[in-house]
Nanobody, 119 residues
Framework: QLVESGGGLLQPGGSLLLSCAAS????????VAWFRQAPGEEREGLLC????????QYDSSAGGRFMISRDKGTGTVSLQMNSLVPGDTATYYC??????????????WGPGTQVTVFS
């Protein structure tokens, strides 16, 4: 089971670091991605880091403001978000799949963490 952490409320221009962990195991052998879903909108993929460390960008909305990384020591995957704007307000999800390259479908999902950017 995946668990996200690090969400919160902040003002535009701020930064947040989200973290994704798996209960009882490491994510080092998984390709892991971050998605988000705003109210009334479809879920959109942001970034994925593969088992071998390659990064795939699913949507241009992440631009150069978001970065995905893996901590092999803790077995977690993080999403660093910078220069946040109100349009980034959404529930952020991590997803994982035991596969060497970033897929389009994932079979494990976390419950999500809320990020709210307000003026």
């Amino acid at each position: 089971q995946l668990v996200e952490s690090g969400g919160g409320l902040l003002q535009p221009g701020g930064s947040l670091l989200l973290s994704c962990a798996a209960s009882g195991r490491s994510l080092n052998d998984f390709s892991v991605a971050w998605f988000r879903q705003a109210p009334g909108e479809e879920r959109e993929g942001l970034l994925c880091i593969s088992y071998i460390g390659r990064i795939r960008q699913y949507d241009s909305s992440a631009g150069g403001r978001f970065m995905i990384s893996r901590d092999k020591g803790t077995g977690t995957v993080s999403l660093q978000m910078n220069s946040l704007v109100p349009g980034d307000t959404a529930t952020y999800y991590c997803a994982a799949r035991y596969i060497s390259i970033c897929p389009t479908e994932f079979d494990s999902w976390g419950p999500g963490t809320q990020v709210t950017v307000f003026s």
